[in-house]
């Protein structure tokens, strides 16, 4: 686990490097000349170098233990790394790492499996010599022998930078699902990387708001961020730049369905066991680790069966956990809100955690807890969310990382892969599923069932986007997928300032809809289940720019935790979604009911407490009710001043004067979310020194 930077020099439009280093020679003075060169290269040298120290400092969060840097000969590419030990902790497993010839350089961010078997492989077939017992050394040997298509035998959590001197070929790939970050942008004619946009203001990036994607949601929907001109590289994507001057984004996996009239050949009982077996080998390989390993556990199924399959792989001796073997017990962590607040899952997590026999710690989040934390987890998350659970996680790993925790497992992913949200039952019940016919509900009750979940999610407005887009649905069923509906409630709208009128409409799903390619749109139409388009969609945007970001890696690594996410392993996904969508929502006939994620409660039985296995779905949030005069109330007043909402220079203070007023006073939740998205828009404004808009 590492904080990675990369700088390289982009050759211009005319062939040539923009470098002080390169300028004409006088050939009447060329002993003078290659002196004054040499100066000047050096002195390129040493800045370029000050600006990566500076770049892995600001992120030293990601990686405290230890820094590294390697910058080319003529310095027109330079990577660096800031470490967080987790697999070899001698320094040979510090970064870059290179092959023999040191024609290949790489840093890594995040964690690789199954890499002793890949390193076996590697010794086997090419006599590759590793310089130590690092997971992300794998990376050098796994590209000198499958050149780029390495990437596709990565199994992880991971972001990298590679070069590669002999073909002058820079390669930067992201993990399927997103769970590492990875930035970029280009300044000054040098393309800059990184694991956090923060670290590009070393190198003289000067942050602007782009507004257009803040309007349109393109921030958590496509590549785009908040600040103009900084893009990610996408999830199960590489990017490439050849030669320093042709670069290109490609992808390398991507969800896919099975055929919506495919019959299911499996038993259901085989299918539960595909999931078990393949859920506990992704659990079993997580618990490895030279450090402390944890569990983030909540009142969910998601993190509970996570923890009951760690603990049944350390009884039967299937697996030690991290550093502490089989002598300690595992530990558990958790945040705890106000009890009365409706928001507090502790208690169901104690509970859990007493029947495994386990440790369990909380990180008791009142309104001055969440107040005093504020400005600090938003500069880490570096956009926005819809409440304030992101604080709650930002605490928790300071809590874990002083229980002397490295690294934690998480719950992540399951609501995605697996059905959990509200939302998706409406896209469930769109269509019969014909992979299953005899055990969906009959043709009345899905159609009332789908008018009542529609009526949920739609809220009163109206979509613009016609059925002929979508597919399949009767027309008397509203034409838009609920889960297209849902992203546009999720983009919370705020008063933007007249000028922003020029941009044109920028309706969030639109934006959605756009970035899907024809060939996706196509499968949506015509292969898919109308459930399993719902999840293509929310695991290409919500789940890798929102909660991946502002719930897992952003507010894990601000204390210096690396978080993995067992629903995540692409063997796992790959199976899950290849499962025919009844048996991830279940008709029971007898009770006339609906059940989410029904597989996966199936498969955790054996690991899970019963009340567990009966608690229908309550997505992690932090309270949402704070009283007048209240910490809250208080931080919100602050933040939200007419002198600060002006500076932003895109929303409009004449619109949103009132705003805390009626947040607070009315106790209106809409009001009080828009309240939040206003003050973190001010804190990053402060905190990254971000230009006014429009000026």
Known sequence: MCGVTAVLTLTNCHGEIKSSSHRPQDKGAKDETEVHGRQSSNHVAESLQDQINNSLDIIKHRGPDSHGSWISDDSRIALGSCRLEINDLTPSGNQPFENADRTVHVVVNGEFYDYHQIRQDMITKTGYNFRGTSDCEIVVALYEYYGVSFVSHLRGEFSFCLYDSRKQLFLASRDRSGVKPLFWTILDNRLLIASEAKAFLPYGWQPEWDVRSIMDYGCFTDERTIFRGVRKVRPGHYMTCIGFEHMSQRQYWDHDFPDKARPEPRSVEEMIEGVRSRLLEAVRIRLQADVPVGIHLSGGIDSSVIAGMAKHLLDTNQVQLGSQGTTQKLQCLGVAFDRDSGFDESDIAQRTSDWLGVDFTTADM???????????????????????????????????????????????????????????????????????????????????????????????????????????????????????????????????????????????????????????????????????????????????????????????????????????????????????????????????????????????????????????????????????????????????TRQNVEALGFLDW????????????????????????????????????IKSAGH
């Open 366 to 640: 009142n309104a001055s807890e969440l107040a005093a934390n504020f400005e600090d987890a938003v500069w880490y998350n570096e956009q926005t969310h819809g409440d304030l659970g992101f604080i709650g996680k930002h605490v928790l790993s300071k809590i874990t990382r002083d229980k002397g925790l490295k690294t934690v497992l998480s719950g992540q992913g399951s609501d995605e892969i697996f059905g959990g949200y509200g939302h998706f039952r409406g896209d469930y019940l769109r269509e019969q599923d014909q992979c299953l016919p005899n055990t969906v509900p009959s043709e009345q009750w899905r159609v009332d069932e789908h008018k009542k979940a529609d009526e949920a999610v739609s809220a009163g407005w109206i979509d613009a986007l016609t059925e002929a887009e979508f597919g399949t649905a009767p027309r008397s069923m509203v034409e838009a997928p609920n889960w297209l509906k849902f992203i546009r409630v999720l983009s919370l709208e705020v008063e933007y300032a007249p000028w922003t009128q020029c941009l044109g409409q920028c309706p969030a799903e639109v934006t959605l809809m756009e970035d899907i390619s024809v060939s996706v749109r196509e499968l949506m139409k015509h292969k898919w289940h109308p459930l399993h388009s719902a999840f293509y969609v929310w695991n290409k945007t919500v789940l890798p720019n929102m909660l991946l970001t502002n719930l897992s890696d952003r507010t894990e690594m601000s204390h210096s935790v690396e978080g993995r996410v067992p629903f995540l392993d692409h063997h796992l996904m790959d199976y899950v979604n290849d499962l025919p969508p009844s048996v991830k929502f279940r008709y029971d006939p007898i009770n006339d009911t609906l059940t989410e994620k029904w597989i996966l409660r199936e498969a955790s039985k054996p690991f899970i407490t019963q009340e567990l296995y009966e608690r229908t779905k309550h997505p992690y949030s932090a309270p949402i009710k704070h009283p007048v005069d209240g910490p809250i109330h208080q931080l919100m007043s602050r933040l939200i």
């Open 654 to 689: 004449s619109k949103i004067h009132d705003l805390v007023q009626k947040a607070f006073e009315e106790q209106e939740p809409g009001m009080l979310r828009k309240a939040f998205l206003v003050a973190q828009y001010v804190v990053l404004s402060q905190r990254f020194g």
